[in-house]
């Protein structure tokens, strides 16, 4: 079984690119959600999907976008890309949002 | 606001106790999470309260205090593998997770 994956794990771009993120979870999780780490701060929620068909603004959503088409993936865009988007971002899902969430193994993205 | 604290670093040594404190103040309480979460890699779950008092799993536990907004994660016959940061999550009113910055625990020999 996979659980969770990421993809890619590592990507480098110029600002004012766009970009998506992927995540793909086998687990049949209902919700899923996308987390940023920085140095020094805690994870921090970007937008997160209760069950396929929705989406909500978590604390720090501006400049991303998200989609849940379907159970098992829930992709990330950035529209035009800037430097504070440096980070590691983190996919994760959880049976509801009351479980304990199992993480991806997150994708580094540099914008220069 | 709502806030998450704990140590930023620790030192212990191999084979001794540690215990990493979090304290926290949110709106509203729905449990507390402890992840382990290794140098370059995902966290991974390793405990959850929700009423208070000590749950002991393996050399790991964990203890709530909710009328003081804190808990503690206890690690016990520390291993070179535990060196990792550990992070203190709490389930606010929304289900939704607040998480502390981590706390990074080096182990020495």
């Known amino acids: 079984t996979a659980g969770i994956t990421q993809a890619p794990t590592s990507q480098i771009l110029a600002a004012g690119r766009s970009m998506t993120l992927r995540c793909t979870q086998d687990?049949?999780?209902?919700?899923m959600y996308w987390y940023r780490q920085d140095l020094g701060l805690g994870l921090r929620l970007i937008h997160y999907s209760n069950t396929a068909g929705t989406t909500g603004k978590g604390e720090v959503p501006d400049g991303y976008s998200v989609s849940r088409a379907n159970t098992d993936d829930f992709p990330l865009t950035l529209a035009s890309a800037v430097p504070s988007q440096t980070s590691v971002y983190f996919c994760?899902?959880?049976?509801?949002?009351?479980?304990?969430?199992?993480f991806g193994p997150g994708t580094r993205l540099t914008v220069l | 606001g709502q806030n998450i604290d704990q140590p930023t670093e620790m030192t212990a040594t191999e084979g001794a106790i540690v215990q990493i404190n979090c304290t926290y103040q949110t709106s509203g309480f729905n449990g507390l999470f402890w992840y382990q979460q290794h140098a370059g890699e995902a966290p991974t779950f390793l405990s959850y309260n929700v009423l208070d008092g000590l749950e002991e799993k393996g050399r790991f536990s964990s203890f709530l205090s909710r009328s003081k907004g804190y808990s503690y994660l206890l690690l016990k016959e520390l291993q070179m593998k535990d060196s990792a940061s550990y992070l203190c999550a709490v389930r606010d009113s929304n289900y939704q997770l607040i998480w502390g910055a981590g706390t990074k625990l080096i182990i020495k020999p």
């Open positions: 994760a899902s959880s049976v509801g949002s009351s479980n304990e969430q199992f």
């Open positions: 687990m049949r999780h209902n919700a």
